[in-house]
DNA sequence: CTGTTAGCGCCTTCAC
DNA sequence: GTGAAGGCGCTAACAG
C-alpha cells in the first residue's frame, strides 16, 4: 500500500504539498498540484483513515442510534441520514438499540470511544426525561422522540396535533366510544395518547386508553381485551404501525367487520394499510424528510456548535381510508 | 480526556504496563494489575482507537452493505449481522447500494480506505458476475446473491428448489396456466426463475414469464397486463416480497377475486402476507439466521484466511394460505 | 509557494 | 516483571 511519502518522492515534492493538494488547500502552485495528482493516480494512493483520524483528531463519523431497526419508520429515516452524510463525506455507523436503555447506553458509550463528530439519537424513555446535551462530548440531535421540556436540538412528528386531527376526524364521522392503544415505552406514544384525550375531551366523550409494549403480539391481546368488552367500541385507534398491526390481527380473530362493527385508524402508512380491505385510516409520516432535515440539524450544530437549541416540527398528514368511514346513516 | 500516560503516572508504573493490563497480557503481577485497574477506574479512562488502529494496523471493523436496506429482507439480515457483530466487538459500517452499481463500488472502496477486517456484501448482478475474492483486499462474504459458479464464500437460500415447491404447490392444487413476474436486477430473481420454468417444464406446462425492475410500480404494471391476457393465467406468482405487492395491487384495480379467479403466491413471508383476505401463500425466508450465519461465515473467513470456500445454503418454507386455493372442483 | 519536522496516542520490541 | 523508546502514517505549524 502506497503511503504519502512515496507520493511525494514520485513527484519530486515534499509530503506538505501532497497533504495540500489532498485537503484541497489554497497555496499550492498548479504544476504541483498536477504532478502531485499525478503521482496518486499513478501508485494508487489511498490515504490511511486511522493515520489521519489520529493526527487531526477528527474522524467525520456520525452515530445513529435508533430504537428498532425492524420499523420502517427508522428504516426510512436511516436511508435519509446515509444519503445525505454521503453527500457530505461522512461515514455512519449505524446502531440498533431495540429499545433497550443498556443497549442504548452501550452504544453511546461506543460513540465516545470512536470520538465521532456527532450524534443522532432516538431515546428511550429513560433517558430522554435526563437529557441533557451537555452530558455528551459530542453534538446529539433527537429524532422521532422529544418531550415539551427537553432542551436539545429535535426533529420530530406534531404528534398530539396529529392524533388531535385523527380523533377529530372519527368524531367527525359520527364514532362515540374510541379506544386508543398506543406504545408504553416511547415519548410518541405518550404524546399521541395526549392528543387523543384531549380530542375526547374537547368533545365531551369519555376516554379508553390502554398502554402497551410497542409490539405486535402485546397489542393484539389488549385489543382483544378491549373487544370482548359491552359495549363494543366504536373504534380502536393504534398510535404506531406495529400496534395498528396487532389491532389488525386481533379484529380478524374477532371476527369484527370493518367498518361496519369497528372502525380502525392509527399512525404509520405502511404499504399494507392501502392493501387490506378496507384501507386503513392512518397519520402518514414524512419520514424520509424528517431524516434528512435531522442530518442537516446535526451538520449545523457540527458547524456551529454555540449556535441556539432549535427544533424542527413537521407536520402529520391524515389518509382517509375506509376504515373510518361514516357511522350510522 | 485521560490517556495512556495519565493513567501510567496515576498508578505509579509505565505505560507498557498499562498496555498489558488493557490487553489482557499474561506477565503483569496481580499487584500492578491492581494499581492499573484502579487507575483506569479512577480517570474514567478510554483508549484513544484512532491511534490503536493506527499502531496496530486493524480496525476491529467490518462492512455491510446491502442492495436496499427498506426491503425488510436486509434489514432483518442487518439486525442478525450486528447482534453477532457487537457481541465480537465489532463495529459495523452498514451501507445501503440501492442497487446501483456505482453506489456499491463507491462503498467497496470506502471499505478499502477504512481498512476494515471483512466485508458482508449482496452483490448486483454485473459485480456478481465477474466477483473474485481476490480482487478485494478484505475478506469477503456474499449474502442472499451468489451464481451456482460463484467461488466465493457465501449465505443464500436454496433459490431454484424454493421456487421449484412453490410452483409445484400451485400445479399441485390444480392451477395450469402460472405466470412468473421476476426480479431481472438480481441474481435471485434469476434463479426461482429457473425453478419456475423446471417445475413447468417437469408438469409439460407453457411457462409464462417477465423480468421486471424490482419495485412495486414496475410489477404493477407488468402484472396489469398479464392480467389483461386472453385466457386469463390461472396464477401470478412473484420472485420477492416488493413485487409481490406490485401484484396484489394490479389485482386490486383489475378486481379480480383471489382465489377464485386468479390464484397468488410468492417470496418473503412479510406481515401483510397474512393480514390480506385471503392471506398470501408465500415462501419464508429464515432471514435472520441467513444474517447470522453470514457474520458467522464471515469471522471463520478472518480467523483463517485460507480455509476452504464454503457455501452456506438454507431452505425456504413453503407457507399455505388462502391464495393458492384448489382450482376447480 | 514549498520543505522540514514535531507530534497525534498507542503498542511492542528490547533491555534490564 | 517492568520501563524506555521507537515508530504506525499523517497533518499542520513554522521556517525559509
Redesign the pocket.
Known amino acids: ?1 502506497a ?3 512515496d507520493v ?1 518522492q514520485q513527484a ?9 493538494v ?2 484541497g488547500h ?4 498548479e ?3 498536477q504532478r502531485v495528482l499525478a503521482a496518486i493516480e499513478a501508485l494508487d ?4 483513515l ?3 483520524r ?4 477528527r474522524t467525520d463519523t456520525i452515530g445513529l442510534i435508533v430504537s428498532d431497526i425492524r420499523n420502517p419508520f427508522f428504516t426510512e429515516v436511516s436511508r435519509a441520514v446515509e444519503d445525505v452524510a454521503y453527500q457530505h463525506q461522512l461515514r455512519v455507523i449505524l446502531c440498533n438499540a431495540d429499545e433497550d436503555p443498556e443497549k442504548e447506553a452501550l452504544y453511546l458509550e461506543l460513540m465516545r470511544d470512536e470520538n465521532v463528530s456527532g450524534v443522532i439519537l432516538s431515546p428511550t424513555l429513560p433517558r430522554l426525561a435526563r437529557f441533557r446535551p451537555n452530558d455528551y462530548s459530542f453534538p446529539v440531535v433527537l429524532v422521532d422522540r422529544c418531550d415539551r421540556d427537553t432542551v436539545a436540538d429535535a426533529v420530530v412528528l406534531d404528534n398530539v396535533d396529529s392524533a388531535y386531527r385523527l380523533i377529530a376526524h372519527l368524531i367527525e364521522q359520527n364514532h362515540r366510544r374510541i379506544a386508543f392503544v398506543y406504545g408504553a415505552t416511547s415519548a410518541t406514544g405518550r404524546q399521541r395518547q395526549e392528543g387523543y384525550v384531549t380530542a375526547m375531551a374537547t368533545h365531551g366523550l369519555e376516554t379508553l386508553a390502554r398502554a402497551v409494549p410497542a409490539t405486535v403480539e402485546a397489542a393484539r391481546a389488549v385489543a382483544g381485551e378491549l373487544v370482548g368488552r359491552q359495549p363494543l367500541p366504536d373504534a380502536l385507534v393504534a398510535s404506531n404501525g406495529l400496534i395498528l398491526l396487532g389491532l389488525v390481527e386481533a379484529l380478524r380473530e374477532a371476527r369484527l367487520r370493518v367498518p361496519e362493527q369497528i372502525a380502525l385508524a392509527g399512525f404509520d402508512n405502511l404499504p399494507w394499510t392501502r392493501l387490506v380491505e378496507p384501507g386503513v385510516t392512518v397519520i402518514a409520516q414524512p419520514t424520509y424528510d424528517l431524516g434528512q432535515a435531522t442530518i442537516e440539524l446535526l451538520l449545523q450544530r457540527i458547524a456551529h456548535p454555540t449556535q441556539s437549541v432549535r427544533r424542527v416540527v413537521m407536520r402529520g398528514e391524515l389518509i382517509e381510508r375506509g376504515s373510518s368511514a361514516r357511522r350510522g346513516g
Chains 1, 2 share one sequence.
Not at 54 to 57: A, D, E, G, I, K
Open positions: 500500500m503511503q504519502i511519502k511525494a519530486g515534492v515534499s509530503v506538505a504539498s501532497v497533504s495540500r489532498m485537503a489554497p497555496g499550492v502552485s504544476a504541483t498540484r494512493y489511498r490515504p490511511d486511522a493515520a489521519r489520529l493526527r487531526s483528531r
